[in-house]
């Protein structure tokens, strides 16, 4: 359990995870629950720093339409290579995420270098592909030196294990058993060394757009390369990654608003989805 040096704790969480509206002390509480005062369909109405969750054009998440997404053959193969490295687990209340330590990996994105730097997730997804939602989302968190986003959101069905999380599977109990007044402190669990070569893989197709974050304040300066392959992963390590919520931590989906939505797609790379 983080010591209740509230401020000083929010601020430092807040800087360093997607998933936490701006901590200055003065902004709201958001939540997921539907129809709630603090839900998703009020964030916009929450605070003047979170206008663009109501108001932006260019929200995330989406529903992906296959059959209406364009062929690119010439955008980026995310090549990337991650090296192991410290991570801290953090729950803030609102979504479980994992802070890694120093210099771990960059992916090239319209030629611009976005550094590696947490990874989050949504339970159940926040994209859907055809209207189907799924399980599990897994957002790679990359921060340009500007300040923009590139994240690659990984899909999970039920099914085999992942061998990715049996590296830390202890350590999420551990978390689970952390009792916290979140509006306060988070809890926050050392993974120590965690070895990234699974999430490394060849990246095969996926579906690029510009969009926003899926929480407070959603601001509009992400690039989503949303992989077209689901990967499986057995419902006891998803029942692990959400027991220390108390609650479900999805966004609906959000108007496309005539953007366009990418699909990349080079030979002998597998698909998941009918495009």
Known sequence: MVSPRAAVVLHLVAAASLAVAPSNGDEP?????????????????????????????????I?????????????????RTYAAANATLINDGHDIMMRFEGKVGTITVNGKVYSFVKVYWHSPSEHTINGQRFPLEMHLVHKSDDGNLAVIAILYQYGAPDSFYFQFKKKLAEMAKEKCNFAEESSQVAAGLVHLRSLQKRTGNYFRYTGSLTTPPCSENVVWNVLGKVRQIAKEQVDLLTAPLPAKDSRPTQPLNGRAVQFYNPTNSTVSFQV
């Open 29 to 61: 509480a958001y939540g997921y629950a539907p129809g709630s005062a603090n839900g998703p369909e009020n964030w916009g109405r929450l605070s003047p720093a979170y206008k663009l969750c109501g108001e932006g054009k260019k929200q995330s998440p």
């Open 63 to 79: 529903d992906i339409v296959t059959k209406q997404a364009v062929s690119s053959p010439n955008l980026d193969s995310l090549t």
